[in-house]
Structures are given as structure tokens and as C-alpha cells.
């Protein structure tokens, strides 16, 4: 059997490790040797507890600055993990130390582009996986991310080029071939994507895609909703400015609501905590969850909202990234559901008293979840396998 080695090197939260762990249950499960090297190891260790899965820290730039607006993958790559030539030499340097710590047979790397180049300039075998956002087409250049905002096309192209240099000059001084365009990194036959077609911001540009519905963590331990007749809320919070305001909101709705807010400051966890507003702190069975609940409201990574739709439940999506607005945009396009991009106290207010109070969102939610009624997430892992025992033989 193989050894294979997961990656995660961008992103944060749970969306990147949860598919990750989803997948490798079934690789470990017909033989194969697993081990994480992840952005995050605390998020890694704690989800992995009990397996025996080794964690290791990902060679990432984790000093990345916030609040700049990107346009495309290849600006995001330019102020992330490619920002600078030397860096960049250096990142490669340490994954390829890391290769050769665990010598793996494959490498599966997951928004993980420094991995994909050291994979490539060792002639390792590696494979790109993923959802859409995070895997982009075979083009170049690669499109505008905000299609609403009329970006300059010679700085996007620009842009792309100096990542491109960057990469290829890194490959040259560890005497690999070069890319003959950014995209190239992720190319390579037809391309596996863990979603659905509908959530995918690059559908129209691929050239070929296999959708194989998108990988969910099963475990964790089952939703205990507050008492109280309502419609049950399920929340899931990171930390943001205006979230008191949408706590009173809650409150005011006098629904059943159940909170998973990581992060959250104590004194406000005590201050609205009780009533019909429970909070927790345990990670959750995500598919109870889903089944469960009336409504959700999410930031809009694309796991949980994915699973939700699939679940037939309307969403309210408060994006925090760009990643998340346009996950949200499809959530807008199917009709399942509103989103406040600002986060200002009234548009949430009054967002949530549309979604409890009109029902054509949940009957949205629930025709697009009738498209895909032979879709079990749980079997999306074992569907992969075939492609993964194919490069292992190659």
C-alpha cells in the first residue's frame, strides 16, 4: 500500500481539514499510510484526535496581510504564498525537507499551490483537489473574481505574469521545467472537484470537470436544540464587528437557535446566552445539524453551505471574504437565500425576518436539493478512490 500525504497551505477554519479528514478515512480504510501537513495543526490535531494521523506544519506564509481587494486566483497567489521570489525558493525548499521526512507516494493538495510546485520540481506525483474557488480552470489569463467590479485587465495580466515569474523562477534554480502559464499548475486531464456544478464560480470556463458533490466530516456529537416552539435556527459564527447586533436579532426572534461561535469573546457568550439561544462549543455532527434545522446562517464557506442546500435549508450568508461572497452569489442565483455583505446591523435584521417570515427561499433550498436526491455525501470519498489507485499504478 502507499503513503500519501494531505496538504493544506491557504484558507482557514474547518473548510479545508474537514474534507481532508473526510477523505483519508477511506484511504486508510483499503491500506494506505496517511499524513496531514496543514496550515493549521491545532485545527488538524483536534479533528484528527484518535486516528493516529500524523500532524505537521505546512511551509505557508502565515503572515499575510488582510484587507486588500483581489480580483483573481493569480492576485491572490501574489500576495499569499508567491509574494516574493526568495520566499517563495524558501517555501518550496521546506516542503521538499518534508517530502523527504515522510517520502510519499502521492502528495493531495488542497489549496495548497507552494506544495504543488515542489511536487513538481521533484517529479513527485501530486494532484490538485478541491472545490471550485480553490481550483482554477485551464486558461490563462485567469478571470476577474468580481465580475461587478470593472477591474483594469492589464493589471490583472500584469499581476499574472509576475507570479508566473516567480514560480518559474524558483523551478529554474532547483532545475525543474518551467510553467508555460499559471494554470498549468493545476491542469492535467479532467479536472475532480469536490461540489456541486451550481457552486462552482469557474463552471463556464472549464474545460472538463467531473463534480463529485462536496466532502462532509461525519462525527462529532449530535445538535441539542434550546426548548421552545419556532423555527430552529443553526448559526455558525466567526467573530465580526457587528455580530451583537445580530445576537439581539436572534434573540428577538424568539426562535430556537443554536450557536457555534468559536472565538467569540466570553462576555458576550454571557450576555446573550439563555433563553432560546443556546451556544456550544463542541464540534457538531454537521449532517444532524443540517437535517435538523429551519434555517442556517453562515459566513458562506462552502462545505457547510453546500451541505445545507443539499439538506434543502434556506440560508442567511454574512460574507467575511471574497470566497465567501461568491459562494453566496450562488446561493442568490438558486433563490435559497439572502445575503448581507456590509454586516450592518438592519440588513441582517431585516434579512432574517424575510427568511423566517417568506417561504419561497426554503422551497428554493428544497427543488435544489430534489436535483440531487442519489447524491449520499458520505459515499463522495469512496467515489475518489478509483482516481487515486489509477496514479498510484501509473
Known sequence: MARILMTWELGGGYGHMAPLIALAAPLEAVGHEIAFAVRNPAVGESLCRGTGIRVHQAPANLDVAGGLVLHSFAQ?????????????????RAWRGLYDEIQPDLVLCDHSPTALVAARSTGLKSLPIGYGFVMPPDMSPLPNLRPWDNADAAELARDESRVLDIVNATLKALGAPPLDYLAQLYAGGVQTLFTCKEFDNYAAERRSAEYLGPLCLSGGKPPRWPQGEGKRIFAYLRPFKTQPALLDALRESGQPTLIHA???????????????????????DVTPVARECDLAILHGGHGMLALMLLSGKPLLILPLYLEMLINASSVLKLGAGLTAPQLRPEDMRQKLRRLLEEPGFGDAARRFAERYTDLDVKEVPFNFLPRIERMLAA
Open 262 to 284: 468559536p472565538g467569540t469573546a466570553p462576555e458576550l457568550l454571557q450576555r446573550y446566552a439563555g433563553g432560546k439561544l443556546q451556544f456550544t462549543t463542541d464540534l457538531l
Open 76 to 92: 491572490i497567489l501574489l500576495h499569499t504564498c508567491f509574494n516574493s521570489a526568495d520566499q517563495t525558493l524558501q517555501r518550496v
